[in-house]
């Protein structure tokens, strides 16, 4: 199995600054015949199922606000909130979708400072 | 926009089976791959497996001893039966859609609200 590790496990960001989460995985995710690294990235706050944010590492899904941004490549991974606003505080998953089983990183949860 | 529908007990008794359905609104249910996902609480997400319309299935190797998924096509619908249950199965557990290209499943883009169960006597 993928195991992925994300860091730190909690963060408080003051309004209107950046935030940083970063996760690793155990190998790389980057296939290397049509060179993606096969990560996403969720949100998930309190009463609702995740919501996929960032696919491919680093492609912004339909509707999320660009604030949110997605980089790295083979095991190393992050995403970047750049204007922390009030309705991001959630809990942040990375996920692998490079092979089954399809795992998860632990969550790293995102309050305001 | 796609929609999924968790059912089933929220409470099941240990050693039972838990047996959950969802549902799946808009659109057929064939083309993608078809997943169940659980989280405990103050815990992270664990992936249990996934079916194809065509019953192909994949298990986590942590649960394969113990979970069969089944889909209904013509009702839109597909199965999680997870047997010999213990505490340690206490869970809001998830359907989820898995994006598809070319045939190939990649991340989860749909999910459903999520069903807490619990087990207990």
């Known amino acids: 199995d993928i195991v992925m590790t994300q860091s730190p496990d909690s963060l408080a960001v003051s309004l209107g600054e950046r935030a940083t989460i970063n996760c690793k995985s155990s190998?790389?995710?980057?296939?290397?015949?049509?060179?993606?690294?096969?990560l996403a990235w969720y949100q998930r706050k309190p009463g609702q199922p995740p919501k996929v944010l960032i696919s491919?590492?680093?492609s912004r899904e339909s509707g999320v606000p660009d604030r949110f941004s997605g980089s790295g490549s083979g095991t190393d991974f992050t995403l970047t909130i750049s204007s922390l606003q009030a309705e991001d505080v959630a809990v942040y998953y990375c996920l692998q979708y490079y092979s089954t089983p399809r795992t998860f990183g632990q969550g790293t949860r995102v309050e305001i400072k | 926009q796609v929609q999924l529908q968790e059912s089933g007990p929220g409470l099941v008794k240990p050693s039972e089976t838990l047996s959950l359905t969802c549902t799946v609104s808009?659109?057929?249910?064939?083309?993608?791959?078809w997943n169940w996902i659980r989280q405990p609480a103050g815990k992270g997400l664990e992936w249990i497996g996934r079916?194809?319309?065509?019953?192909?299935?994949n298990y986590n190797p942590s649960l394969k001893s113990r979970v069969t998924l089944s889909v209904d096509t013509s009702n839109n619908q597909f199965s999680l039966n997870l047997k010999s249950v213990t505490a340690a199965d206490t869970a809001v557990y998830f359907c989820?859609?898995?994006?598809?290209?070319?045939?190939?499943?990649?991340?989860?883009?749909?999910w459903g609200q999520g069903i807490l169960v619990t087990i207990s006597s």
């Open positions: 079916i194809y319309h065509t019953g192909d299935t």
């Open positions: 808009v659109g057929s249910i064939s083309t993608y791959y």
């Open positions: 190998q790389s995710v980057l296939y290397s015949s049509n060179n993606k690294n096969y």
């Open positions: 989820a859609r898995e994006s598809t290209s070319n045939g190939y499943p990649y991340y989860f883009d749909y």
């Open positions: 491919w590492a680093s």
